[in-house]
């Protein structure tokens, strides 16, 4: 969690050392539907162990979004929360990344009941990786690690748009 830049790389690498030691990871984003470096290359490594799924039709950002395009995403997350309760229930990976789930809860999109619930209802020796900048004091209560990523110095700030292979 937090301002700075990185929680996705980051999580992507855990997923990427878990699923080399042998490890099924699945990893579901929301609020992201452009194309990424790491998306293009987990799709490229065509692993049956190693997969991301993306529910949500092409966007703009949220506060962008007019109540027409919110109602869609509303629908299209709740398809994602429909089958990361079924990969828990079924134990589908060993590791499950929510990328930017904290941001659909922050946005009211996901109650923040339905993730702590999902949390408690976690099974024994699933791996649950959560991302996002803000993160609801009940979920770091719950959580068994919390990283928080700190933006010293950022090249956008001084007029660098982001750029393909470093931002996304």
Known sequence: ???????????????????????RVYIVQFLKTSPTGEVSLIEALQS??????????????FPQMDAEQKTKLQTEIEQALAFIADCMKNGACDMLVL????GAVEN??????????????K???MELVLTGRRAPQGVIAA?????EMV??????????????????
């Open 151 to 168: 933006c010293v110095k950022n090249p956008y700030e001084h007029g660098v748009p982001a750029r393909k292979g470093i931002e996304y």
């Open 123 to 125: 099974p024994q020796g």
């Open 99 to 102: 990328d930017e789930i904290l």
């Open 143 to 147: 959580a068994n690690y919390v990283t």
């Open 108 to 121: 009211g999109l996901i109650p923040t009941s339905w993730l702590m619930e999902m949390i408690q209802s």
């Open 1 to 23: 969690m937090g301002e700075g830049k990185g929680k996705t790389t980051s999580a992507m690498g855990l997923a990427m050392r878990c699923c080399g030691c042998g490890n």
């Open 48 to 61: 049956p162990d190693f997969k991301v799924f993306r529910f949500e039709t092409q966007h703009g950002f």
